[in-house]
């Protein structure tokens, strides 16, 4: 065998392998919870913080430096149609079934999408359906 063939043969490999990776995603990996996945995984009978937990329960985690100090949330914070609404404790005051979609950032993406209010610890907004 020749090295130019094993060279070919690895090269396959490895492009095999990087491209069949990507090619299917796990919903647990999205940032998106949309309603209709709400709905049709019949999480949409009790509150978004519910819904969120089930579905994606990874964004309920605590992200941001471990702190004690008072009034500090290591939790994502909420907004509602684009408004600060409180720590990850607010989604227990939405009910699931009014929820068109629920997006997660991450510190970087809060920080370019809801500037300074987003905190350190990322951000869940939520769009409300509307008639």
């Known amino acids: 065998m020749s090295v130019k063939y094993l060279y070919l043969v690895a090269l396959a490999t490895i492009v095999g392998c990087a491209s069949s990776s990507g ?15 709400i709905a049709n995984t019949h999480a949409d009978l009790a509150t978004a913080y519910d819904a969120v937990s089930r ?12 702190t004690s100090n008072a009034g500090v949330s290591n939790y994502a914070s909420v907004f509602v149609d684009g408004q600060l609404m ?11 079934y009014y929820v068109d979609e ?6 970087t993406q809060a920080g370019a999408r809801f500037g300074i209010r987003a905190g350190t610890t ?7 359906k509307h008639p």
Request: charged share 20%; hydrophobic share 40%.
């Open 23 to 37: 090619a299917r995603s796990s919903p647990m990996r999205s940032n998106v919870l949309s309603g209709e996945e």
């Open 102 to 107: 629920v997006r997660y950032y991450d510190v």
């Open 86 to 96: 409180g720590d990850i404790n607010a989604l227990r005051n939405v009910q699931a």
């Open 122 to 128: 990322g951000a869940i907004e939520i769009s409300m």
């Open 55 to 66: 579905l994606r329960p990874n964004w309920m985690a605590p992200h941001g430096a471990m």
